[in-house]
Each structure stands twice: as structure tokens, then as C-alpha cells.
């Protein structure tokens, strides 16, 4: 039986590292938020510490200690060797980052995958509960600066045996693409990792933006960049989610990260995807995040509800 009163999540992004407390998990209120950069350049340690100092600020929030917190982290954690590889955040490959965290905070880690929180939340607190609550089969995508997914059968995450279930991401789109840092070529991360389309962008324009720059462009020449970026999102995202469709045939796509503001996904995204699947109509309901890119912070707290 679960004793804990609160439940505590952190978010360990690309970006940022986010916690959170909730007082239940049947409601997203939050008794305590924070976000810090994440500063990933410094390295695992300095990366640990960061996690420490956004733990000990909502410790400071609440005025006093869980026994758990869950923790959602990019790539997987190795079921042999416990510890993580193919993660976006590369100082954490081979680490054990479950022991160098209990050991620094002095509580039980709950390590999840990032795209199988966002699918958790989004299910069980999120949208998915508002929209489609009887869904039994739903994928969850995140398209970030990493690409990573998650699945959820019959109300349950659904890990598979090497608990790589979902990882769309570091499915190979085209063999003769660019090297992945997972060290495969043409994963789906490099076509439309948010790093890929900045490229994409500084190719047309000779300038750098960010992709929530590029998602709100206005002026000519940039229009002009942004339909072409949109052109390549969307082929090779519709080219995913129908392989995705043929696979599991999800009732629900859950789609959150920072390129699941580009409006095109839900509209002509979900055109194209009709059109490569051998079916006359594509019914799948596509539905946007609720806690945008808070999603993932929401599920690691759920793992401490004891939620699975
Ligand atoms: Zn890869």
C-alpha cells in the first residue's frame, strides 16, 4: 500500500530540469513547482547537483521530505547493467543514475522513460482522461529536441521485454540518413529532432532560430523557410505515425514536446498520415498534450502514486 501524502516528480530535460509535488494523483494542482536549465554541457555531476538544488528548492516549498520521488529521464535504463544508454542527454549514457541520485538525495528514485511519463500523465491526469477516458490503446509521442514515445494497453504501461517499447525516435525512417549519436544512421530523431529543423532553417536563411521562433514567423523570406521546414516535418512525421498505425493501431495519439505546437501535425499531419495507411478513413483521435512541456514532470509524480 502507497502511504505517501504527496507526490513528487522531476523532469530531467534536454533544456531544463523540472519538480513538482502534487497532492493527489487524481488532480494536476501542484503544491510546489520549479524549473531550473539543466546546463548539460557541465557534465553528469554537475547535472546531478542540478537535480539536487530543484529538489531541495520544492523541499523547501512543501516544508518537508518524501520517502519516493519519480524521476523522467530521455533513453532507457540498460535492464542488465541498470544503466542508461541511448539517452539525448549524453553525459548520463552509463551512469547509474538511480544509485548516484538516492545516494545524493537520500530517497527512493523512481526512473522512468520520458515519452512513457508524458503517456501516463496525459492518461491518467491529462487529456486523454477528458477526451477519450475509455481509451484502451494509447501512444504518447514527444518530438523535442528528442523524439521518444511511450505506450500505454489497457490502462497500463506497456514497456516490452527490453523495455523499448514506443521508442519511435530511434526507428530507422531512411538508411542512408545522417548518424544518430545511438549510433544507428537515419533514426527518426534526426530527421525531426528539433535540432534537425534549426539546421534545416539556418540552410534556407543563414540564420539561427529557435523552434519556437520558427513555429511563429511572420515576414516573407522566413514564411517561405517555415513552409519548407513544414514540408519536411510533416513527411517524415506522417511516414512515423503510419508505420506507428500498421504496428499497435492506437485508438489515441498523444502528441506533446515543443514541435507539438507546429499546428500542421494535427491538420494536414493527419491528412498525410490517411493517405499512407490501408484504410479509407484514419480514425485515430490525435489530441495535444494538456501540460505542454510539463507533461513528463506530472507522469515521474504519478510513478510515486504507485501508478504503472
Ligand atoms: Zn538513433
Not at 266 to 272: L, V
Request: with cysteine; hydrophobic share 40%.
Amino acid at each position: 500500500m502507497n502511504t505517501n501524502t504527496s507526490y513528487w516528480g522531476l523532469d530531467l530535460g534536454g533544456e531544463n530540469i523540472e519538480g513538482i509535488v502534487l497532492a493527489s494523483p487524481n488532480n494536476p494542482q501542484v503544491l510546489a513547482r520549479m524549473r531550473v536549465p539543466t546546463e548539460q554541457v557541465k557534465g553528469y555531476q554537475h547535472v546531478l547537483e542540478r537535480l539536487k538544488l530543484t529538489f531541495d528548492i520544492i523541499r523547501k516549498q512543501v516544508g518537508h521530505t518524501p520517502s519516493q520521488i519519480g524521476i523522467s529521464v530521455p533513453g532507457l535504463v540498460d535492464i542488465e547493467n541498470k544503466v542508461h544508454k541511448n539517452c539525448s542527454v549524453t553525459c548520463l549514457n552509463n551512469k547509474n543514475l538511480k544509485h548516484d541520485l538516492e545516494q545524493l538525495l537520500n530517497v527512493e528514485v523512481l526512473i522512468e522513460n520520458d515519452g512513457n511519463c508524458l503517456v501516463l500523465a496525459e492518461t491518467k491526469l491529462g487529456i486523454v482522461k477528458e477526451k477519450a477516458p475509455n481509451a484502451v490503446n494509447v501512444f504518447g509521442a514527444i518530438i523535442s529536441t528528442g523524439v521518444g514515445g511511450g505506450w500505454m494497453l489497457h490502462h497500463k504501461l506497456f514497456r516490452g521485454r527490453h523495455h523499448l517499447a514506443g521508442e519511435w525516435g530511434h526507428t530507422v525512417i531512411s538508411h542512408t540518413g545522417k548518424k544518430c549519436y545511438c549510433g544507428k544512421y537515419g533514426c527518426l530523431e534526426t530527421f525531426i529532432g528539433a535540432p534537425a529543423l534549426q539546421e534545416l532553417y539556418y540552410n534556407i536563411t543563414k540564420q539561427h532560430a529557435s523552434i519556437k521562433d520558427i513555429i511563429q514567423l511572420s515576414d516573407a523570406l522566413q514564411t517561405e523557410a517555415r513552409a519548407e521546414i513544414v514540408k519536411h516535418l510533416l513527411k517524415y512525421y506522417a511516414l512515423a505515425i503510419s508505420n506507428i498505425v500498421h504496428l499497435i493501431d492506437p485508438e489515441v495519439i498523444v502528441l506533446g514536446g515543443e514541435l507539438s505546437h507546429f499546428p500542421e501535425l494535427f491538420e494536414e499531419g493527419k491528412q498525410q498520415i490517411g493517405e499512407l495507411i490501408f484504410d479509407s478513413k484514419l480514425q485515430t483521435t490525435f489530441l495535444k498534450a494538456r501540460f505542454r512541456e510539463s507533461s513528463c514532470v506530472f507522469g515521474a509524480a504519478l510513478l510515486a502514486a504507485g501508478f504503472e
